[in-house]
């Protein structure tokens, strides 16, 4: 079954009652009880299919779980109260029963190294980092550090570095470690990582997978051998998403395809006009033949689907230019997200590699004259000329 008819039709419809509701109702209720008390103890002893108590399971956010590991081909899948929440988990599953060692790419969202540094190394996890698309460079790495975890984002933010991630599975394999892969900016139409040979799969839900901007949520998919380490976690703690939240995600889901192959178009278009626009120097996007990791692109990207993130700089601006762009535009929308419906600009700088020192920006290649645009489904003529008209100004 292809990926748009599973975004539609899988974990719906389910039969409760006589009547089976087209769509999966948001069930409230925290707690659940059966005819006899018998029953309900096999349940908690997890030997009978049901629910019990919400932290351990609930029908809406069950039925949210079997949709998105339906679309990445994986055992089950755990959602979590949001997509840091839902990273957190992964790792922790993935350390389970492992020595307590993380290698992580070096092109990371802010929120995610303040997770490795600030959250699991005081725990004592070894966190180090790694240019994952620098082949003999995370293949020593991997040989040094024996981790127990490679830590990698399918598509790098913001600079959409794209990871090699069937030859970093292969050399996780080799070290016995498993591959986290957050798959946010790529979202399961472009790759389904556990198919490359991931063990854990990591979703922002707030992102491409609701895509409206009215939830925060997040998710991990994994294979078999995870997936009661992850199911034990969010039993234990508690990080687990809300059924409404579960509602509103599957409702988004259901245009998935068609939103990402719109909002592809948009920002192959968009960043094909930046690159000949000359107030531009530099336009990251998968799709230039020049791009660091062209091959990998070849390899793992569908035909003419490049994600809808387009990351340029400015010439010759700094913060406050930038700062002042933003003010000047009307449509495209200055907030600190991605993958709505409508189109976004973010500036990293001040907003989700904020907490990263400037000179481990630098390193990374991120600039003071460096912004993010998440393209929206609009129409790409609108979104272009809203864009001119600011950067007129400038």
């Given amino acids: 079954m292809k990926i748009h008819t599973r975004a539609v039709h899988a974990g ?3 039969k409760p009652a006589p009547a089976i509701p087209v769509t999966t109702p948001v069930y409230a209720a925290s707690s659940y ?3 006899t008390a018998e029953e309900l103890d096999r349940i908690f ?6 629910y019990c108590y919400s932290r351990y399971g609930n029908p809406t956010n069950a039925a949210l779980e079997e949709l998105v590991s339906s679309l990445e081909n994986g055992r089950g899948a755990l959602a979590c109260a949001s997509g840091m929440a839902a990273l957190h988990m992964a790792l922790l599953a993935a350390l389970t029963d492992r020595p307590k060692s993380v290698l992580a790419a070096t092109s990371l969202y802010g929120a995610t190294f303040n997770l490795l540094l600030q959250v699991l190394e005081p725990l004592g996890v070894n966190c180090q980092f790694v240019d994952v698309c620098d082949a003999s460079a995370t293949a020593e790495a991997v040989r040094r550090c ?3 975890c490679l830590l990698v984002e399918t598509i790098s933010n913001p600079l959409l570095r794209v990871a090699p991630l069937d030859r970093l599975a292969e050399l996780a394999r080799g070290a016995g470690a498993a591959l986290v892969v957050d798959n946010t900016f790529a979202t399961p139409l472009l790759v389904r990582p556990l198919e490359l040979g991931a063990q854990l799969v990591v979703h922002s839900l707030t992102k491409y997978l609701a895509g409206h901007g009215d939830v925060l949520g997040g998710i991990v998919v994994s294979d078999e ?8 976690l969010g039993r ?3 990080a687990v998403l809300g059924p409404f939240e579960s509602y509103l995600t599957m409702r988004g889901v259901k245009t998935l395809p068609l939103r990402m192959e719109r909002q592809c178009a948009n920002a192959r278009h968009l960043a094909a006009w930046l690159r000949r626009h000359p107030r531009i120097e530099r336009v990251h996007f998968p799709d230039d033949p020049n791009h660091p990791d062209a091959e990998t692109v070849g390899r793992l990207l569908p035909e003419g689907l490049f994600g809808a993130i387009v990351s340029f700089e400015l ?3 700094g913060r406050s230019e930038i700062l002042a ?3 000047r535009l009307k449509l495209i929308v200055p907030a600190t997200s991605l993958g709505d419906v409508h189109t976004m600009v973010l500036y990293p700088v001040m907003s989700s590699h904020r907490e990263i020192s400037p000179k481990q920006r630098e390193r990374m290649g991120i600039r003071d004259n460096l912004l993010r645009i998440s393209v929206g489904i609009e129409a790409v003529e609108d979104i272009q000329a809203d864009l001119e008209q600011a950067l007129a100004g400038t």
């Fill in 236 to 238: 234990t703690s508690g």
């Fill in 45 to 50: 002893a997890r030997e009978q299919e049901g």
């Fill in 325 to 327: 762009l933003m003010d």
């Fill in 225 to 232: 051998a995870h997936y009661e380490a992850l199911r034990a």
């Fill in 146 to 148: 024996r981790p127990a």
């Fill in 315 to 317: 010439r010759g601006a």
């Fill in 12 to 14: 719906d419809r389910k």
């Fill in 33 to 35: 009880f059966y005819e």
